[in-house]
């Protein structure tokens, strides 16, 4: 169901002229705390390997199973109402993640998050990506920086911009706390360069084409007693699911029947 009161039509018209759309009541102060609450927790575990991760740039990989906060941040109504608009039905979570970008952190390269399905642009996107401020954006701690209209470009004029930096078009997607912007997957941006003096925690899910490999292996991630006790609607977005005819069966099965107590995969039982 959508969300009353959520103009999905005005969301997605943005997300197909400008390639975003920023969704100013994303989070409640209660799931931001505990959001924060939770994070926190699970800090201080892994630095970036390299400049895109960011070395001074803390990472926690497949967040939607770390606390109720994210399960909900996953599935929400109006965030997948505006993905039904964009994504074939089916379609999976590819990437659940925070991070913190800490004080001296440099900016990231110019990318697009769809760029590991090698498709020639102009094209649609192939997964959409929600960054959720749980800490304000300022063009100062590393706000997300965006080339605005950059998912309708050809091949040679993004190419073009990147290698240019991005030009005058760059800008920061300044925002409150508990706002989220929704990109689609082919739309230049970078993490910001933080000058501030404090970090800059966000929360980021995507998703992406029911046809694409996601970049997380949740079936590996998530153990099977975990991803059981999780929603359906959630349990299809990490895989659990058929996508019609039968890509994604396990064995011949219903991959969901493999998170029943019990189970052996066949294979075991020959």
């Known amino acids: 169901m959508e969300h009353a009161g959520f103009d999905v039509d005005g969301h997605a018209g943005r997300l197909a ?3 975003f ?7 409640s102060p209660a799931d931001l705390a505990e959001a924060r609450e939770r994070i926190d927790a699970l800090s201080d575990q892994h630095r970036g390997r390299n400049a895109f991760e960011g070395y001074a740039t803390e990472r926690i990989y ?19 109402a505006l993905l039904d608009r964009f994504l074939l039905p089916g379609y999976l979570l590819t990437a659940s993640q925070s991070i913190r970008i800490h004080p001296g952190e440099a900016a990231q ?9 090698r498709l020639r642009r102009p094209r649609p996107a192939v997964s959409l990506t929600l960054i959720a401020a749980i800490d304000a954006f300022t063009g100062e701690n590393g706000a ?5 209209g950059s998912h309708l470009w050809d091949e040679a004029r993004a190419a073009e911009a990147i290698a240019a930096g991005g030009g005058a078009g760059l800008r920061p997607a300044v925002m409150p ?3 989220a912007i929704v990109l689609q997957g082919n739309l230049i941006h970078r993490g910001g360069a933080n000058r501030s003096a404090a970090p ?46 039968f890509m994604g069966h396990v064995t011949g ?18």
């Open 177 to 179: 706390a508990g706002a």
């Open 21 to 27: 759309t920023l969704i100013e009541d994303f989070l």
């Open 144 to 148: 997300t920086d965006i080339l605005p």
């Open 200 to 245: 800059r925690l966000a929360v980021t899910s995507q998703y992406c084409q029911p046809w694409a490999r996601p970049q997380e292996n949740f079936f590996l991630g998530v153990p099977p007693a975990r991803a059981a006790a999780l929603s359906p609607r959630l349990q299809a977005l990490l895989g659990y699911e058929v996508w019609s005819p």
């Open 253 to 270: 099965s219903h991959p969901r029947k493999a998170l029943e107590p019990g189970w052996l995969a066949p294979v075991e039982r020959s």
């Open 17 to 19: 002229k400008d390639g």
């Open 109 to 117: 390269a110019l990318h697009i998050d769809d760029s590991f399905y």
């Open 62 to 80: 497949t967040l939607v199973a770390r606390g109720p906060v994210f399960e909900r941040m996953t599935e929400d109504a109006r965030l997948l």
